[in-house]
């Protein structure tokens, strides 16, 4: 009971007694604790086996029908990836012949990947593709291979590549230029009016990244209902009789996406039986009968889920692992969330479980193994991507809780070992996220907090309610209602996906499982730096760093705020204009060139419709979304310029133009090595600006229950939401507004100069999209509630409050109540989504200085967990510097 | 308007989410003054009855612009054989309601400590705080000394009370009865603190003899109809001797009440003594190690007292 009082004290914080540790912990099983050592050895590996022959076989096939084209080149790479199979696996299969594997897709873009004196790359930064790479930066820790090493070539700053592979990769690449998505797309989105607007745009690293060829699936949730209900046999049966059905009659695409389907299952059946060949072949070797007998069930696994249904909990576990690993494998993708599986395995499990062939330790085993091969996903992407969005992560976000198709609390016992192994086997994959409902039971809440007081940041809370109206507002039109509604779950990070209940018939008995039914979400515009926007804004149209015009100029004085503001919505709806044609565009390449086929056939109704997910096959395709970085650094730098320019004339616009441009008078953030605000130094210019920065910093802040700033904030909240409906995605459906920084927030602020809010040049931006700015939030939780609901979180396809507490909060059985007591209350006030790193500030110190020693500390970001050390600086930083809630 | 009891009263500081000061999450609020000058004070920003500037040296640049906006000459620089220093006559600020000083800062060393709220803005505060709370939860008045502005607190409780919320107060007893006495009837918990038994000790940890607290807990023990917690601030070497523990634990089983709180005392308000321009009195202090706290719980359990450690009591 002891006053934090701490009024003068601005960015950062104090404590100073010995660090805390984080309260529970349990251990993994040995086979998991032994799997994830192999895990912590292993560095993330580039191979070209299945590039190499998806290339070959593409180029054979000259003039063939597209999809046809793909399906075969498809079956050539799965077909020719090497098997290998780890000592003690009990679900078996990865990405590629490595660990950490994964591998380069050019059929969707070749420029990034090459060495940076190359022609193609010097092209590809001209035209602004790759700006967002030369600000990122990927943690120099961990598996990430940022340097060359003997004979392994570090590429795209993440992987590493055998030299001998080089020359593969180099004339592979060559041979799609002209002929990738990225290329073909390049060439047509050139036509849009007003596209050198859009280069100036992607230069001035107002936008993050290009959709069309970059990630161009995920952000979705899985349906693994298919194969699981007829077999890998009989799904191409289902795709014989829809030939039979179409042939020679209208609408022909029909008949060729069956017989794509059929070509690329017949690879899967190759690729999963050359794993089943192996471990045969591994038994034989094996002298030890335990290791020996599991390679042996391990290949009659395999083969019988090669070409049947599964008749086990164990069966159905490699089923979905090994085509969520296929699917992973036909595109570049991040996101691709399993979705709800403790409720679509939960009927096999309790199957087992009531036949006496399965128990609770046995289970828990195989779910920890689970968390290991989900961790062991590598995303093959550009520097900017894997760093700036993905820190690394691959987002493959696991739901519990929500309700079942009757509406009756969906949470299950299987769910209740999820969450356990969660605890016992800390991985950041999947990342767990419970959705909320005032449905579900108080024992099943509590083992949420009891993970999440574990301190690895998983599970992210998130409301059912808010997520079901989000739903019925933006797929209502195409036929959703309540019951349906029900279905959904998160998709990559946090995104809000659809989803459809599936009658999984076992042994006569239908269980109604939850499964996604839409493509991809987060595709569309990817991340608008706001603050940038709004510098723009402040300096007629010109990105001042590099001095380049990026928009036309308005010729206003901006003399009022809501001239100001107005501003700020015109440049706004340009970059969003621009921005959606040419990634309409990009779309539309890369459904001719490289439509999806794995993710086609799993997803209702492309097997009922013939058509694949870019024909649109899927039930609901509203999923095009237009994505916000920035928000609050936005609102408080609006809220300063509101109070000191127009309300209260401290300063003339001028002034402030000249402060920005001076930083304030600080060292940039380059300079000091940091880019926390905290840790940024005054130069001979500070005496200068000494009360314009103070003023700025005093002005009000979001998250401490101000209305001055909070109106502001839903001003915008309004605004945005409602002005993405008025853009058309390529399915001609209305888009709506995404609101997760993901890690963008960190490249997107290198590149920004200092912002009227007194942030300083090159800091990293607020996190999230309602957490306040670090350090800024002085007033306690509660008002940090109270600010991030001021507007209502279900005209967004999802919101983002990321907390730190501290363990001392929450510690014992008194405190998981107050915590849960805690989360409901912002879930009853219309809060969409919370996280937390419980984790004490002085720990991530230490972990910055001496990493090896902290190889296994997860920590939360803006929507995922990940490793601190294999964490970009600029992020590091941030989580840092966030407040932290601790009693006294 | 008038800055009276009746219509508000002087805090310094609110928190929301606190979870270890009454049943549930609650929200508490932080009275300005004290009667009490114990040695070891945790929140010395919250000792003088009136707002007072806090000062931190460490972010001082020596602009002066302070000294400029001072009405009331209470600002002076001292230059000693150290680093210069700005001090304050903080019996001069106590005239002063503009804070003139802290708003012409421009390094952020300046701060205010404590401010006058209105009732209306009070309870607007506890009632959005209120959806926050959950199952329990509730306001806790501590400070300071909460009856010391006891027309403040008594309109404060009730009005809380008469809208269903859960009322404590953690209370030194260093007050005349008249002060305590018309909050009693709004109030559903009192955390009552007991410092030492011997006056002559208790005079030299607080600078009281403690002869009316221990009137006042008396009286408190009979009258008082809801639940009544003795806390016991534990500082090593000072009040935790066998005698000292034997004499608590035989005071508070003659008021005829049975549960004890021990806070082990912490130095975690070290730093804010130097804002306030006070110096800490106990800079050697050790916490007291965890098994010793567990025996000098097992003492007072011997002795006939239920006796929670730190967090530990069950609301």
Redesign the interface.
Known sequence: ?????E????YGN??A?QVEDREKKLKPTERANTARELYFGAKSSASMEFPYWYTRRWDELDGEIPIIRRAESLKAGFEHLTPVIYPGELLAMGKASFLRGSYPMPWLSEAFFMAAEDRLYQEALESGKLTADTFTTVGKGGGNVTKSIGKVISIAGKFGLRVEEMPVMLEVAKRWKDRSVDDVGHKYEQMVPGYKEKEAIMRSVICMFDSGYTLPQGREVMNYYYPLQYGIDGVIHICEEGMNEVAGYPEMDRLYFYKAVITMLQGLKAWIRNYAEEARFLANLEKEEKQKAEYSDLAERLDHISASPPRDFHDALQMIWTFHVAVLNEDAISGLSPGRVGQVLYPYWKRDMDRGILNREKTIELLECMRIKFTEIDCFASMGVVGGVLSGNTFNNLCIGGLKKDGTSAANELEMLILETGISCETPQPTLSLLYDEKLPEEFLLKGIECTKAGAGYPAWVSNTVAMEFLLNNYGHEGMQMEEARAWAIGGCLETSPGSWMPLNLDGEIHWIPGGSAPATSVGVHFLSLPKILETVIFDGMDMRTGERIFPAHGLKLESYDELWQAFQNYFSRAVHVLTLTNNIQHDAWRKISPSLVNSMLKPDCLEKGRDLGQMGARFNTTFNVESCGNTTLVNALASLKKNVYDEKNFDLATYRKAILDNFGYHTAQETGSWSLIDQKPNEQY?EY??I??MS?DAPKFGN?DPYVDSLFKQWEDWFCEMTHNYRSLYDQPMYACQISVSTHAPMGAVTLASPDGRLSGTTFSDGSVSAYPGTDR?????L??SATCWNHSQSQNSQLNMKIHPS?V??R??SR?F???I???M??GGFHVQFNIVDSRMLKQAQADPDKFRSLLVRVAGFTQYWVELGKQIQDEVIARTE?E?? | MEQSELTGGYI??????????GP??R??I?FKGCPLRCLWC??P??IRPYPEP?Y?ES?CLF?LYCLQACHHQAISVHVGQDNPRIDFEREKCRKCNTYDCVKA?????????GYFISLTDLYARIE??R?????Q?GI?L?GGEPFAQPEFAANLLKRCYNALIHTAV?TCGEVPWENIEPSLKWLDWIFFDLKHMDEAAHKHLTSSSGHRILENARRLADSFEGRMVFRFPLVPGLNDSDENIRATAGFILSTGRTELNILPV????R??YL?SGQSYKLPGLEMTARDQLITIQNRFTELGVKCYLG??TP?
């Open positions: 009971m002891e006053s934090s009082s009024s003068i004290n601005y104090k404590p007694q005496s000494q009360r920065h103070r910093l229950d007033h306690g939780p509660y008002a509630f109270s909060v510690r014992g008194e405190g107050k849960l007591e805690l409901r209350a912002y009853r006030k809630y009693e006294l | 310094f500081d609110i928190q929301g989410f606190s979870v270890h000061d549930g999450c929200t508490l932080f945790s929140n920003e919250g806090l931190k972010k602009d800062c421009l390094t952020g060393a300046l701060g205010q400590g959005r705080d959806l926050y709370w959950g199952q939860g806790t501590t953690e912490h130095h975690l308000g730093e804010k804002l967090s530990e609301f």
